[in-house]
């Protein structure tokens, strides 16, 4: 990988000249990766602004899911924890789209277990239940140690 500042200036530049879903997706992942949290806030409003245009919005939730992730893990990063749990939530708003992807995004929810945000993860453990049937069992086991007051090893 390139370093992070400089992978965060192309970024930047392809979005500037782009303009599409996909390049304000990378660059908001690449201020994320650069550690500029505010910058990846911006690029990731600028992605949701286009994906009502990008050909998937009308068949598959999973980049806009990583989006809202990625936009968590910013807010998180600036000690917004209120508009990080608002965010991580917002990541299940799929509109009955179609998921690709078997489960849910992990890492904010990990940040916030350790953080002790316990019922923050927990409302998105029970909102992403129905979502993915697939692993609905081991969704569900995490619920279950979360209100036993057990702190479960959140892993794919």
Do not use: C
Not at 67 to 92: I, V
Not at 115 to 122: E, G, H, P, W, Y
Request: charged share 20%; hydrophobic share 45%; no cysteine.
């Amino acid at each position: 990988l390139p370093p992070p500042a400089q992978a965060l200036t192309a970024a930047r530049e392809r979005a500037e000249h782009g303009g599409s879903f996909g390049e304000y997706f990378a660059w908001a992942g690449a201020a994320l990766y650069a550690k500029q949290p505010s910058e990846a806030l911006t690029a990731s409003s600028k992605a949701l602004e286009a994906w009502p245009s990008h050909p998937l919005s009308r068949h598959s939730f999973d980049m806009l899911h990583n989006l809202h992730q990625m936009r968590t893990r910013a807010y998180l990063d600036l000690g917004d924890l209120p508009r990080a749990e608002a965010s991580l939530l917002a990541s299940l708003d799929n509109q009955n789209l179609a998921w690709i992807i078997p489960f849910p995004e992990l890492i904010a929810a990990r940040r916030l277990l350790a953080m002790n945000q316990r019922s923050i993860v927990l409302a998105y453990l029970e909102k992403a239940v129905p979502h993915f049937p697939a692993n609905r069992d081991r969704l569900q086991g995490w619920i279950e140690e979360l209100k036993l007051g057990k702190t479960p090893a959140l892993r794919e």
